[in-house]
């Protein structure tokens, strides 16, 4: 059982940055993709962005496309989702995932609870 611990959210003005961290509890965290998925209140969980085990392959949804970036150092059981340019429309709670999916933007085994992010306008 993989446990995964998100933190790195919080408040933020339009235009500006955060990064967050998804640190997972297991030594085998590399042998995972890793997804972040967000969601806003009243609506449906979104997928974001996914990453490979090796951290060579990189999958972006549109909605942020451009604005973020994913990493992962297994050497640290940790996958960063860099966010740039922030709008009050990425309000949501930001959740990391990890498993071996089919389909990147769903099917993941394991996740966390999440972190809130908040853009003021």
């Known amino acids: 059982q993989v446990q995964l611990v998100e933190s790195g959210g919080g408040l933020v003005q339009a235009g500006g940055s955060l990064r967050l961290f998804c640190s997972a509890s297991?030594?085998?965290?590399?042998?995972?993709?890793v997804g972040w998925f967000r969601q806003a209140p009243g609506k449906e969980r979104e997928f974001v962005v996914a990453?490979?085990?090796?951290?060579?392959?990189?999958y972006y949804a549109d909605s942020m496309k451009g604005r973020v970036t994913i990493s992962r150092d297994n050497a640290k059981n940790t996958v960063y989702l860099q966010m740039n340019s922030l709008k009050p429309d990425d309000t949501a709670v930001y959740s990391c995932a990890a498993g071996n999916p089919r389909d990147y933007t769903k099917d993941y085994d394991y996740w966390g609870q999440g972190t809130q992010v908040t853009v003021s306008s």
């Open positions: 297991e030594r085998t965290f590399s042998s995972y993709a």
């Open positions: 990453i490979s085990l090796s951290g060579r392959s990189t």
